[in-house]
């Protein structure tokens, strides 16, 4: 008889791997959860530091989540949103709306982050054909940006390592890495800038980098001021990640889309969003045969059982005052990584709400990197893995995003397991 170890082995091929190395180890398979706690089919227990990445909020198994997923699903589990519509599809729209920067007025459903970034895009693009400017039709981007896996979301990203190699099938975007180049940008392609997309606050995959603190706020001003709109992709970022609700409320900023996914259902089932406004929407009426109708949409658009799981995710939000909860946490999590900063390698801490991020180098006070071959940020979550902690590296950054459910004293065991594999680091 296989092992399953032997079956994944044969079968499978995993996200964002390298399978050769992949089959040459025994793979932690997840057999149950429940709350921090992920268990593998041994019995083995690991603390889930970064939430199954970064989608996990109120914990594994919650009981108001589990059970309004139960309860639909003796109702229905799916029917087309093509045509027909869906009572938790409604109450979500109307609620994501409640909770939503000001001004975000309707809800269009997809699948992921990926899919609700390619929606925006797409709005974006199709809104400024229906105002009579189809010249606006360039993307302006951010260096390092990360906007997930489909094509339209690539074109957007700006990480070569797993960009690159697509380059061919991807539209031509103008790539910034600073407020004034999009400033001379706007000006200088005044007319021909759909829209600035933007990770607010963070740029997640570039290695939990933070944004200068006012910059989501000019950048807002400077859309509105020359007319480009502004796509805010908050799917790292939404539901309490950075300490608020949204990022963008931190710089009090409505952005013209908002892409929303990963934490919209507590990390139970996939569902994501695209929030817009309702001049957007306005934009897309007319008559059957003026075609201006958003041709897009997906087999599961407006899922009943994705849709009640995040009604309950935001009912516990409200239940357990989740945000207030919060904030002893993120200041355990900053206080435990800023200690770290005393340990040889680690160049650079980066902390913002439940997010936390130390960079190794080779040579600190060169800022020298590991050469990613060496693979320090691997053999550091290695390390952690053995002694039961689980989370991904980003190059030679180490992430530390717990769900909010963590208790105290699994934080500590989180940040003191970091705290002796960053010292395995030779
Ligand atoms: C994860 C992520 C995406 C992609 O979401 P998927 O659900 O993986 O498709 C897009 N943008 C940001 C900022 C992300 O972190």
């Not at 939503?100 to 925006?120: I, K």
């Not at 981007?141 to 896996?149: L, S, V």
């Not at 933070?210 to 989501?216: A, H, P, Q, S, Y």
């Not at 409200?318 to 919060?326: D, R």
Request: aromatic residues 8%; charged residues 20%; glycine residues 8%.
């Amino acid at each position: 008889m296989d092992s399953l170890a032997d079956k994944d082995h044969r079968y499978l091929w995993h996200p964002f791997t390298q399978m050769r190395d992949w089959m040459s180890e025994e793979p932690v398979i997840i057999e149950s959860g429940q709350g921090a706690i992920l268990r593998d089919v041994n019995g083995r227990e690991y603390i889930d530091a970064n939430s199954s990445i970064w989608t996990n909020l109120h914990g594994h198994q919650h009981p108001k989540i589990t059970q309004a997923i139960k309860g639909q699903l003796d109702r229905i589990a799916h029917s087309s949103f093509l045509g027909l519509s869906n009572e938790p599809a409604i109450q979500l729209a109307e609620k994501l709306v409640a909770i939503a920067p000001r001004g975000l007025t309707r809800v269009f459903y997809s699948d992921d982050g990926s899919t609700a970034m390619e929606v925006a895009i797409k709005m974006a693009l199709q809104y400024w054909q229906h105002r009579k400017q189809p010249q606006r039709a360039k993307f302006v981007a951010f260096a390092d940006a990360y906007h997930g896996d489909t094509l339209g979301a690539v074109s957007v990203g700006g990480i070569d390592l797993f960009h690159s190699a697509f380059r061919p099938l991807l539209f031509d975007v103008i790539r910034v890495n600073e407020i004034a180049h999009v400033a001379q940008i706007l000006r200088e392609h005044r007319d021909a800038v759909a829209a600035v997309v933007i990770e607010p606050l963070v740029q997640g995959t570039a290695g939990m980098r933070l944004w200068k603190r006012g910059l989501l706020g000019e950048l807002r001003r400077l859309c509105t001021e020359l007319g480009a709109l502004l796509i805010a992709d908050e799917v790292m970022t939404g539901f309490g990640r950075t300490g608020t609700m949204f990022a963008c409320e931190q710089e009090g900023v409505t952005p013209d889309l908002m892409a929303v996914a990963k934490g919209l259902t507590g990390g139970y089932l996939p569902l994501a969003a695209t929030l817009t406004t309702e001049e957007i929407f306005h934009a897309f009426l007319g008559d059957y045969g003026e075609f201006k109708t958003f041709f897009h949409g997906h087999s599961y658009t407006g899922n009943q059982l994705g849709c009640a799981a995040a009604l309950a995710n935001l009912q516990v939000f409200e239940e357990e005052h989740t945000l207030k909860a919060l904030q002893p946490k993120c200041d355990q999590l900053r206080a435990g990584l800023e200690a770290m900063r005393q340990f040889p390698h680690v160049g650079d801490m980066r902390h913002i709400g439940m997010i936390g991020a130390i960079e190794l180098f080779q040579d600190v006070a060169a800022k020298e990197p590991f050469p990613l071959t060496d693979r320090m940020g691997i053999k550091v979550c290695t390390e952690m893995r053995q002694r039961g902690v689980l989370t991904r590296p980003i190059g030679n950054t180490i992430v530390l995003m717990p769900p909010y459910c963590i208790r105290d004293e699994q934080l500590e065991r989180v940040l003191s397991v970091l705290a002796e594999s960053v010292q395995t680091v030779p």
